[in-house]
């Protein structure tokens, strides 16, 4: 399978600290996504690294990709309490679909 | 905030009921996606279209079926609602992956509770 695995699975933090989350794929890839979920609704996209670059930022998101080992993380700086939710890496190969990761709960405590 | 819409929001029904699921987008996008999504776990996606009156079956394995009719629609059918089709629901679009990239725009969900 090509899904991602994400560590950690959940994530609590204090308010104004940063969240870290890595995710790691199994094949070659196009691209990597980050999404977030807030509970129980739809998800949003985030940020898309592509294969041939190794570092994004968007805002307080900064989204590092390692092809080599096939893995990503995704940091969130200055973090707050409406970060609480989960996020999820989505790999894409070509023009197949997305291949979604397990998902980190990240928990901000005000 | 995507043009990507599902109803019912929530819908509790009892076994063997027949049930439509409905999806619709705004954004004249090509792919339209199904995916099953228990509480706190992963995604899988059921069923995808590339476009008009094209569906597929996608990787984890449902007894629902799709329709592709018109562009900004997809809707998902249950003909035998059962307990084990307990989950949320969630409908996505994108404009199709021209260049080598793809972001999937979500609806809300619509979850699903079979009694």
């Known amino acids: 399978s090509q899904q991602g695995e994400e560590d950690p699975q959940a994530l609590s933090i204090q308010e104004g600290e940063n969240a870290t989350m890595n995710c790691s794929y199994k094949?070659?890839?196009?691209?990597l996504q980050w999404y977030r979920q807030n509970s129980g609704r739809g998800l949003v996209h985030l940020i898309l690294?592509?294969?041939?670059?190794r570092e994004k930022h968007s805002g307080r998101l900064r989204v590092t990709l390692d092809t080599s080992k096939k893995s990503s993380s995704l940091l969130i700086t200055a973090s707050r309490a409406a970060d609480t939710a989960s996020y999820f890496c989505?790999?894409?190969?070509?023009?197949?679909?997305?291949?979604f990761g397990t998902g980190t709960r990240l928990t901000v405590i005000p | 905030e995507a043009d990507i819409y599902q109803t019912p929001r929530y819908l509790v029904i009892g076994t063997g009921k027949k049930i439509t699921l409905e999806c619709s987008q705004t954004?004249?996008?090509?792919?339209m996606y199904w995916y099953q999504q228990d509480p706190g776990m992963e995604l899988h996606l059921i069923h995808y279209s590339y476009g008009v009156n094209s569906t597929e079956k996608g990787d984890l394995s449902s007894e629902s079926t799709v329709s592709r009719i018109r562009t900004e629609h997809f809707p998902l059918t249950l003909e035998s609602a059962r307990p084990s089709h307990t989950s949320q629901y969630l409908c996505?679009?994108?404009?199709?992956?021209?260049?080598?990239?793809?972001?999937?725009?979500f609806g809300p969900g619509t979850r699903l509770t079979v009694l």
């Open positions: 954004m004249g996008h090509d792919k």
């Open positions: 996505a679009s994108s404009e199709g992956g021209r260049g080598g990239t793809d972001t999937q725009y």
């Open positions: 094949t070659s890839i196009n691209n």
């Open positions: 690294i592509r294969s041939n670059e």
């Open positions: 989505a790999t894409q190969t070509g023009a197949n679909n997305l291949f």
